[in-house]
C-alpha cells in the first residue's frame, strides 16, 4: 500500500522558516519524480515544486523561486521542503504527492497524495 505522510507543518511568524518532510512507504521512492502542491484556505490547488527521481532536476512555482528548496533522500524514502522567508500568503495545506515517472513535466499527473500538513504563516 503506497503512503504519503506529511509532517513539519505549524504556526511560524512571517520571515520565519519550517522544513517539511514527507516519509513514503509501499512503492520504489527512487523511481519516481515527486511534487509539493498546497491549497490556501478557500481556494484551489497550487502547485509548489517538483523533483526528479534521483533530485537531479528541481522545479519551481515562480513565486517560490529563491525562498523554498525542494529535495529528497532516497536512502530514507523522504521528500523535503525547506521554506524561507515565510510570507501570509504561504499559509495552506502543503501536500506531497507522486507522479507516475521519474521524471516532472509541467501537467504531470499524480496517482497518490498524502494526508497534508498545516502551514499557517501569522504573527
Known amino acids: 500500500e503506497v503512503q504519503l505522510v506529511e509532517s513539519g507543518g505549524g504556526l511560524v511568524q512571517p520571515g520565519g522558516s519550517l522544513r517539511l518532510s514527507c516519509a513514503a512507504s509501499?512503492?520504489?521512492?527512487?523511481?519516481?519524480?515527486m511534487s509539493w502542491v498546497r491549497q490556501a484556505p478557500g481556494k484551489g490547488l497550487e502547485w509548489v515544486s517538483a523533483?526528479?527521481?534521483?533530485?537531479?532536476?528541481?522545479y519551481y512555482a515562480e513565486s517560490m523561486k529563491g525562498r523554498f528548496t525542494i529535495s529528497r533522500d532516497n536512502a530514507k524514502n523522504t521528500l523535503y521542503l525547506q521554506m524561507n522567508s515565510l510570507k501570509s500568503e504561504d499559509t495552506a495545506v502543503y501536500y506531497c504527492?507522486?507522479?507516475?515517472?521519474?521524471?516532472?513535466?509541467?501537467?504531470?499527473?499524480?496517482?497518490?497524495w498524502g494526508q497534508g500538513t498545516q502551514v499557517t504563516v501569522s504573527s
Open positions: 523533483i526528479s527521481w534521483n533530485g537531479g532536476s528541481t
Open positions: 509501499g512503492f520504489t521512492f527512487d523511481d519516481y519524480a
Open positions: 504527492a507522486k507522479t507516475g515517472g521519474s521524471y516532472y513535466y509541467t501537467g504531470a499527473a499524480y496517482d497518490y
